[in-house]
């Protein structure tokens, strides 16, 4: 017998009322990331992936950003549920300094991986050390972002006012390395990780051989001026294709952030699923390799956590070093 064609309308009516409000409890979660040739963006790819699959109800989708100074105005105006952003900016963006006006609700969800401060130039540009880079074309990184503001920072210590003595551009490290492949700057500065695609693309390309300027003498001076956030590091030879030697170099760390308003119960799961399926995120780019739950506590952000995420390492035993 079949069923009337009035009944399986009202079967199909009910079924829609019982799947709109799963429907509508679907919640969207934007994750601020930075420009393409970065980290930033794939390894928020493999962020919203495993978020996506791990909680229920969730959908987490990575945004294109100017990276650190735009993420933390975008948490702080709750536009942006999750962002990367550099630690030195988040502090600013906590204590209302550098270039934030008032304190944002900012907490860290996760510290991740350092930055490598990358002053990159090619043969043939006449520059061999920080001091030469005086009266040249530079890029220090697209408006709006924290490889700016550190970029700054570090010319500044180096006595080299940023607005006169250089011409100076404000391009994403992908952009910079179009400029600098048409000549048309002599170097830029780009904070990120190792290796950043965009810097491994330059120093791919034929008859192009890069050279990483040493600068990790700045260090001191950066820590006893704005915090203990830089430190020395080095960007390790053959890092990048033609890096013949280590490059000595200025490090800070990156961040996850949320709003202080974030759920906490949502704070937690995104900080579970991140330490626990950290095997995922290492698939997709290596620096994830850094995240380590053992040393969360101990000092890489300067920003309190949310205590959604206390919460989880409270579980898993972890704690500051004394």
Known sequence: MKTPYRTLLAAAACALLIATPALAQQKRLSIATGGTGGVYYPMGGAIASVVTKSIPGVEATAEVTSASVDNMRLIGAGKA?????????????????????????????????TNQSHWVTVDGSGIEKMVDLKGKRIATGAAGSGTEVIALRILEAYGIDPEKDVKREKLSVAESVNAIKDRKIDAFFWSGGVPTAAVTDLAATPGMKIRILDHTETAPALAKKYGPIYVAGRIPAKSYPGQDKDAQVTVVWNLLVVNENMDEGLAYQLARTIFEKKADLVATHKEAQNIVLETQLDGGSPIPFHPGVLRYFAEKGIKAKP
Do not use: C
């Open 81 to 113: 549920d999750i962002a990367f952003t550099l630690a030195d900016t988040a502090w600013d963006a906590y204590t209302a300094g550098g270039k934030f006006k008032e304190k944002l609700p900012v907490r860290a969800l996760a510290v991740i991986y």
